[in-house]
């Protein structure tokens, strides 16, 4: 199923569970179908929902945990890795889990190709949970860069070599 389908039907189930109106779930539908901006985003942008609420009912409609404040389990040596400005920008933040694994906290389940970089990146399929935008940021934010440098050395984003690298890691993403 396509992200644009996944919204509708999203939409749909807020309206039947007398979350939204049916006139706030077209407008969101119609703003996800002509921006390119994050559905979270789009949401929050339009004042339909509160973040938080946002948050649980994706984690519900997507069968994933919801995590609402990630800063204390937030896995630091993965997102120097990632990339604090890919994950930023990506609103993503890697947690460690309870049995020692990792989980990707995500913003927008419906944007799949930056976790399609994420797996590709480390090497494997990484689990997913939900959290809110801001709370990722804050999760980052609380990330220290390393003084010496005040730069992070291992951006993901930064090691492509070229555009054809990144051509290529998109279309990954994309199967």
Known sequence: ???????????NKL?????????SARRLVSAAETTSHPFDA???????????????????????????????TIDKDL???????????????????????ALLALADPFET?????VDFAIGSEIETAI?????INLALSSIEID????ENSEDIAGDL????????????ARQ
Do not use: W
Not at 1 to 11: T, W
Not at 113 to 117: L, R, V, W
């Open 42 to 72: 789009i949401v929050t942008e339009l004042g339909v929902m509160r973040e938080d609420v946002l948050a649980k009912a994706l984690a519900e409609y997507f069968s994933l945990t919801f995590v609402g404040q990630p800063v204390s």
């Open 131 to 135: 959290s809110t935008r801001s709370a």
């Open 1 to 11: 199923m396509s992200a644009q389908a996944h919204i509708a039907e999203f939409a």
């Open 161 to 172: 070599s070229n555009d054809a690298d990144l051509e290529r890691l998109k279309e990954f």
């Open 79 to 101: 997102a120097i890795q990632l990339g604090l400005e890919f994950l930023k920008s990506n609103a993503l933040a890697p947690l460690k889990s309870k049995d020692g694994g």
């Open 15 to 23: 309206v039947q569970d007398s979350v939204l109106s049916e006139q």
């Open 113 to 117: 190709e930056a976790k399609s970089m």
């Open 147 to 150: 003084s010496s440098t005040g």
